[in-house]
């Protein structure tokens, strides 16, 4: 399943919001340094969808705020 997320990292609280059936807004605490960002992204989306945060995998949008991950 492929998911459009909005990443907003430096954020207060962790929180995953579902705009809808596609669209997430993912709020990590981490910065947008050395893939810190991108690694609390891809736990808090596990941790949302109940599966290991090995088989969530950003597919594109590494380093821009708009990413496509995919979920196995």
């Known amino acids: 399943m492929k998911i459009f ?14 705009v809808d059936e596609n669209n997430f807004v993912v709020s990590v605490k981490e910065p947008p340094e050395k ?6 992204i891809r736990n808090a989306l ?18 821009s705020r708009n990413k496509v991950v995919e979920i196995l």
């Open 46 to 63: 596990a941790v949302y969808f109940k599966t290991a945060s090995a088989r969530v995998k950003i597919v594109s949008g590494y380093s």
């Open 35 to 40: 893939d810190k960002a991108n690694a609390a």
């Open 5 to 18: 997320v909005k990443a907003k990292p430096s954020s207060r609280e962790e929180k995953v919001e579902k």
